[in-house]
């Protein structure tokens, strides 16, 4: 089977991390660019990093590529295309377009377009609902065509039914992780666990859980011959670590621990109802403690947080001697509140429109 580019999309800023997910993984990694990370492989490969791939929000194969001056040229070319190839007749696509520094600048007309190209050519109905998307992105004149095989976005694992206000993705938390340093041998603890997104997204690493495992994707829709067999995923570890989250609302401790056991984590992870005043660290050796305090959303917010964040140095300082701590926060002062002895913070990251980035120590 020929090699296709084939673009793993992630949050800007963690575009490293995610690459080097991917090489351990074995895929051929050939480039990191703002916003993802550029692999050479095949359509098998493709529903292994949608399986496989924790720090991906989708994953996108590029099937054409061709310069475009106008939209008549762009109409042209389009229907040369060997749509039968990747799609079925009989299953309705989505057709977005973006343009960028091009002479044809109108994505909703570019969109109109190849959509028109694939209903006269293939007899497939073009659908602003449906599940499978073709995306096509207009750069320069140079018009790149790519199937995205995952569907909805891959944070959305088909386990996790409840969340708190503001949720860490699944996705941004396996690349927070992995830029602390974690890889599954030693335990983690998050004082401020929400909905328990971070330790259970530890224990399915250190389990050596797919966090595909549970969910379909869009490429199941596409041409027979691309539809790649769903090889069995292999039994999980053994572990003798546990994983541990407290926080103060009750609310949140009963939505971890449902959301832990819909993982097939919960034997492995513990939930305790306690303010971060009261955390202490769990018997047993060492870890990491990682946390995503509230940051408040616009500056007058932020004043009553410099309090929280001074309780929470004032804990694990005094509490974990032994751990490191990894610490995402939107505001260098904010992290400076907590007096803990930060390294130099990593790179920003938007989370839902405000730009956070990982404070982490070494061993306190």
Same mark, same amino acid.
Request: hydrophobic residues 40%.
């Given at each position: ?38 692999? @050479? ?205 407290? @926080? ?117």
């Amino acid at each position: 089977m020929d090699s296709l580019p084939i673009f793993l999309v992630t949050a800007p800023g963690l575009e490293s991390y995610l690459a080097d997910e991917a090489r351990e993984r074995g895929f051929n990694v050939t480039e990191q660019i703002p916003g993802g990370v550029t692999l @050479d492989g095949t359509w098998d490969d493709a529903l292994r990093a949608n399986i496989w791939l924790r720090g991906a929000t989708r994953v996108l194969v590029r099937v054409a590529e061709f310069r475009a001056l106008h939209l008549a040229q762009l109409d042209k070319r389009s229907r040369k295309l060997p749509w039968s190839d990747w799609l079925r007749p009989d299953v309705p696509i989505r057709v977005e377009a973006t343009c960028r520094k091009s002479r044809i600048y109108h994505h909703r007309a570019a969109a109109q377009r190849v959509g028109r190209a694939i209903t006269e050519t293939l007899g497939a109905t073009v659908d602003d609902k449906a599940a499978l998307t073709l995306k096509v992105r207009i750069e320069d004149d140079l018009c790149t065509i790519s199937i995205d095989t995952s569907g909805p976005s891959l944070h959305k694992r088909g386990l996790k039914q409840q969340v708190n206000k503001a949720p860490m993705r699944e996705t941004l938390a396996a690349l927070f992780l992995r830029a602390a340093g974690y890889d599954g041998t030693q335990p983690v603890y998050d004082p401020m666990c929400g909905s328990g997104t971070f330790p259970i997204e530890a224990a399915e690493i250190a389990l050596g859980l797919a966090p595909g495992r549970a969910r379909s994707f869009a490429m199941y829709n596409l041409a027979s011959s691309l539809r790649p067999e769903r090889a069995d995923l292999p039994a999980p570890k053994e572990t003798s670590l546990r994983f541990y989250g407290s @926080d103060r609302d009750n609310g949140a401790i009963a939505m971890s621990r449902a959301n832990a056991e819909r993982a097939g984590v919960d034997h492995v992870t513990s939930f305790d109802m306690k303010p971060i005043a009261e955390a202490t660290p769990p018997e047993g050796p060492p870890g990491l403690v990682i946390l995503n305090p509230p940051y408040g959303g616009r500056i007058g917010n932020k004043k009553p947080l410099y309090g929280l964040y001074a309780a929470i140095g004032e804990t694990l300082r005094t509490n974990f001697t032994g751990w490191r701590v990894g610490l995402i926060t939107s505001e260098q002062s904010l992290a400076k509140a907590t007096g803990l002895p930060f390294d130099a913070p990593g790179p920003l990251v938007d989370h839902g429109g405000i730009k956070i980035r990982l404070w982490q120590t070494g061993t306190l």
